[in-house]
């Protein structure tokens, strides 16, 4: 019996789905740039991208410009993963205050990195994971596609046998780090990746 695999594909209209992602990540690189060490306060769920200053005195020293991220996330609402009613409460907020306090324990100075982000709200919420996406392919930021790691939460007990990662062995600091039993890595070759970094 043949198989008709077209009957399995979605068409997608890519001009179509241009026409709501790209004006979508325009707006989102118009918002401000704010220290990660003094949010504002506010609700909500969406999309963030972090940034580190380029003439600061770290690793990244000349790597990036201020205003290329470093790295690219999202906050969706709770539940939004198993398909049950979500609430947007502070998850956007929540999950940027958890990056400052990974970079702080990685003994990177927070006061060199700042952020942007936009809240999303209503049937824009289903649309975070495609910007998110949209976004890490236009930039393929450093902490993304390069240096994998500073996005994890900490390990449950089932996952203590993992390596570090890249990311860990460059900024170890986390308070979960010293329980993981998986061979380190090579910190030299992790920052040889830095230094042949491009931008886009």
């Known amino acids: 019996m043949s198989f008709d695999s077209s009957n399995n594909v979605l068409p997608i209209d890519e001009e179509l789905i241009d026409k709501i992602l790209v004006p979508a990540a325009k707006q989102f690189l118009s918002t401000e740039q704010y220290p990660i060490s003094s949010l ?9 991208a972090i940034y580190v200053d380029s003439g600061a005195d770290t690793i990244y020293n000349g790597v990036l410009s201020d205003d290329y991220p470093v790295y690219v996330g999202k906050a969706v609402p709770s539940g939004s993963r198993q ?72 390990p449950g007990e089932g996952r203590l046998n993992q390596q570090p990662s890249e990311w860990d062995t460059l900024h170890p600091g986390r308070p979960w780090l010293h329980k993981l039993t998986g061979a380190p890595r090579d ?9 042949s970094y491009r931008m886009r």
Not at 40 to 48: A, E, K, L, N, S
Not at 187 to 195: D, L, T, V, W
């Open 40 to 48: 504002p306060m506010f609700d909500g769920v969406g999309v963030y």
């Open 187 to 195: 910190r030299n070759q992790i920052a040889e990746k830095i230094g």
């Open 83 to 154: 398909g049950k009613s979500t609430t947007a409460k502070k998850q956007l907020r929540d999950r940027l205050l958890e990056h400052k306090r990974s970079i702080d324990q990685g003994g990177l100075p927070v006061e060199y990195f700042k952020c942007r982000f936009m809240v999303m709200t209503g049937i824009g919420e289903d649309l975070i994971p495609a910007l998110e996406s949209t976004l890490i392919r236009m930039f393929h930021p450093l902490w993304n596609s390069y240096i994998d790691g500073f996005g994890i939460h900490t």
